[in-house]
């Protein structure tokens, strides 16, 4: 079976004490082990996490799907609050973020760096391609461009030893877990473009996607992207997409009312999946 666990989102669900803020964490469980994907902006996912009965001990791992503060900046917190497991991220993840504004730039940054763990005597592990945590539950990162249209956002920069360039997210991971209907992947935000991350993933494990979770980064997408985004879940044989976080609110409304197909959901703070 796997569990996911939306520990925080932008939106709350039916549980009205839990806490909702611009950020995303879930709580992945399998037969083999438990993984924290992504700790949202600051103390909030912790605090759900008690509020839900959710234990953040025994902890395997923690995937930090990029180094945008709204889902790698609580991990200082959850850290201080006892989760010592080995961090996985992507390379280049401690080069800091930034969003062009006009002449300005507006830090996004994790707000932590290697001395962190370092000083904690946290093991950290780089991702470039596929890294096996356990049996059938895999971090993947370097994913090719498949779909043209779909390109981070131009105002995303990282700033280098060179200077600021246009950050195509080098650092971006997904979560792959191999269950009985296919391929279940978990994504953070998909800044690469959630079709060039399915296919790569789809490509490189042979195996159809059963189900996506996480954020599409939909939320600037036209009609027009959005039916194409739709139509090739369906050709992949995506069965089932809870998306959440950047997906924004126009598209979500436009996936509620798919048709036949792919089945689309919108995972909010405190809703949780279990597939047997």
Same mark, same amino acid.
């Given at each position: 079976?796997?569990?996911?666990?939306?520990?925080?989102?932008?939106?709350?669900?039916? $549980?009205?004490?839990?806490?909702?803020? %611009?950020?995303?964490?879930?709580?992945?469980?399998?037969?083999?082990?438990?993984?924290?994907?992504?700790?949202?902006?600051?103390?909030?996912?912790?605090? $759900?996490? +008690?509020?839900?009965?959710?234990?953040?001990?025994?902890?395997?791992?923690?995937?930090?799907? %990029?180094?945008?503060?709204?889902?790698?900046?609580?991990?200082?917190?959850?850290?201080?609050?006892?989760?010592?497991?080995?961090?996985?991220?992507?390379?280049?993840?401690?080069?800091?973020?930034?969003?062009? &504004?006009?002449?300005?730039?507006?830090?996004?940054?994790?707000? !932590?760096?290697? #001395?962190?763990?370092?000083?904690?005597?946290?093991?950290?592990?780089?991702?470039?391609?596929?890294?096996?945590? !356990?049996?059938?539950?895999?971090?993947?990162?370097?994913?090719?461009?498949?779909? #043209?249209? #779909?390109?981070?956002?131009?105002?995303?920069?990282?700033?280098?030893? +060179?200077?600021?360039?246009?950050?195509?997210?080098? &650092?971006?991971?997904?979560?792959?877990? +191999?269950?009985?209907?296919?391929?279940?992947?978990?994504?953070?935000?998909?800044?690469?473009?959630?079709?060039?991350?399915?296919?790569?993933?789809?490509?490189?494990?042979?195996?159809?996607? %059963?189900?996506?979770?996480?954020?599409? %980064?939909?939320?600037?997408? &036209?009609?027009?992207?959005?039916?194409?985004?739709?139509?090739?879940?369906?050709?992949?044989?995506?069965?089932?997409?809870? !998306?959440?976080?950047?997906?924004? &609110?126009?598209?979500?409304?436009?996936?509620?009312?798919?048709? +036949?197909?792919?089945?689309?959901?919108?995972?909010?703070?405190?809703?949780?999946?279990?597939?047997?």
């Amino acid at each position: 079976m796997v569990i996911l666990r939306t520990l925080l989102e932008n939106t709350l669900s039916q $549980n009205r004490s839990l806490i909702a803020e %611009h950020g995303l964490s879930f709580m992945v469980e399998t037969q083999h082990g438990k993984i924290l994907f992504d700790c949202s902006a600051g103390n909030a996912a912790r605090k $759900n996490a +008690e509020k839900m009965n959710v234990s953040l001990t025994g902890v395997d791992y923690v995937v930090l799907s %990029h180094s945008h503060y709204d889902h790698a900046g609580g991990y200082p917190d959850m850290v201080r609050s006892g989760v010592r497991a080995p961090l996985i991220t992507g390379t280049r993840f401690f080069e800091e973020k930034y969003a062009q &504004d006009g002449g300005k730039y507006v830090y996004l940054g994790c707000g !932590f760096g290697r #001395e962190f763990f370092e000083a904690e005597q946290i093991e950290h592990r780089v991702c470039t391609d596929c890294l096996t945590l !356990f049996e059938g539950c895999y971090a993947v990162s370097g994913f090719e461009q498949k779909y #043209e249209f #779909e390109k981070p956002p131009s105002r995303f920069v990282r700033q280098t030893t +060179e200077g600021m360039v246009q950050d195509d997210f080098p &650092d971006e991971v997904c979560l792959v877990i +191999e269950d009985t209907k296919g391929l279940v992947v978990i994504v953070g935000c998909s800044h690469p473009g959630i079709l060039n991350m399915l296919e790569t993933v789809k490509e490189r494990f042979g195996r159809q996607i %059963h189900a996506v979770f996480g954020g599409s %980064h939909l939320v600037e997408a &036209d009609e027009a992207r959005l039916a194409q985004t739709m139509k090739l879940f369906q050709d992949m044989g995506v069965a089932l997409a809870g !998306f959440n976080h950047c997906t924004g &609110d126009a598209a979500q409304s436009r996936l509620s009312q798919a048709g +036949e197909g792919t089945q689309y959901m919108h995972l909010k703070a405190g809703d949780c999946i279990f597939l047997p």
